[in-house]
């Protein structure tokens, strides 16, 4: 069973309902290929076949699930015998609370594999102690109960980088703090510092995406300061990510209530982001601007 060198194996198990498949859909997308639901007992051969195959992929996922009292002990094996062999393997657990996991279970109307004639909560709990000494062996544990998908994308990415050789995406977010902090940003700003367009009685009513609010705003000194020193801060940031192969980065603007200030700081931020290139004149980042709350009273 030796593998050549190079070649990565990556356990995706946890909890069911957890988000395994969308933990692997991000893989996939990255240039890693993907086995779901492979049994344990012939992981190795699948292992072997990829990796003689024409598809000769060195960044091999393998999404396995609890398949019994035995399941912790011949995964630890699997993994000692792949590693003997010259492969490099790692563990990615997927977990949330018991609370999301019901709520997900009731609204897809599915039944816990695990739940037998017993109640949800009964399977959900068989689940988790079959599975306490996979979790403390993984080397990455992703909580997915509060995560975004592009959180959730950006952790992935990050922590596997992708096979395919491409650049960093931006993510730039506005949001309004009245609503809460996002929960998927890797950085966040505050622009309520700058005068707010609310108490201009003809801007009120108009957003961040207006003319005569975007001029207000970006007419501002400071915000000019702030954009000069953020862009060259985020493009310091984001050029550390790229050497270190990480694929995404989320970015949080926020004001009071994410319509007016904080909008028109995101375009200004997403186009000056943009605008950035590398040594050969290309665009060093995809960037992409959302805006979480406009359009809430």
């Not at 995404?248 to 186009?271: D, F, N, P, Q």
Request: hydrophobic content about 35%; aromatic content about 6%; some cysteine.
């Amino acid at each position: 069973m030796s593998q050549p060198e190079g070649t990565t194996v990556l356990f995706v198990t946890g909890l069911s309902g957890a988000g395994r498949t969308s933990v692997a859909n991000v893989l996939e997308d990255d240039g890693w290929y993907v086995a779901d639901n492979v049994p344990v007992s012939v992981i190795a051969q699948v292992v072997d076949g990829v990796r003689s195959s024409e598809i000769g992929a060195q960044k091999i996922a393998m999404v396995v699930r609890a398949t019994g009292p035995e399941f912790a002990d011949d995964l630890a094996r699997l993994r000692g015998e792949l590693t003997e062999g010259g492969a490099d393997t790692k563990m990615v657990f997927v977990d949330a609370s018991d609370e999301v996991l019901i709520r997900r279970f009731e609204h897809v109307r599915r039944r816990h594999p695990l739940q037998g004639t017993g109640t949800l909560s009964d399977g959900i709990e068989a689940e988790r102690e079959m599975l306490a000494k996979v979790k403390d062996a993984a080397e990455t544990v992703i909580d997915t109960s509060a995560l975004s998908a592009t959180r959730l994308r950006t952790m992935v990415a990050n922590a596997f980088p992708s096979t395919s050789g491409g650049g960093l995406t931006i993510s730039v977010q506005s949001f309004g703090f009245k609503y809460g902090l996002p929960m998927d940003c890797d950085l966040v700003a505050d622009v309520r510092f700058l005068p707010n367009p609310y108490w201009i009685p003809e801007l009120r009513e108009h957003t961040g995406r207006d003319a005569g609010v975007r001029e207000y705003v970006l007419g501002q000194p400071d915000a000019s300061d702030f954009l000069d020193r953020y862009t060259g801060l985020v493009d310091l940031v984001g050029r550390g990510y790229l050497r270190e192969g990480k694929g995404y980065m989320t970015i949080g603007i926020g004001c009071t209530g994410g319509k007016h200030r904080s909008v028109a700081m995101t375009e200004e931020l997403t186009r000056r982001l943009a605008a950035e290139t590398d040594a050969d004149g290309k665009p060093r980042y995809t960037v992409e601007a959302s805006h979480r709350d406009l359009g809430r009273e």
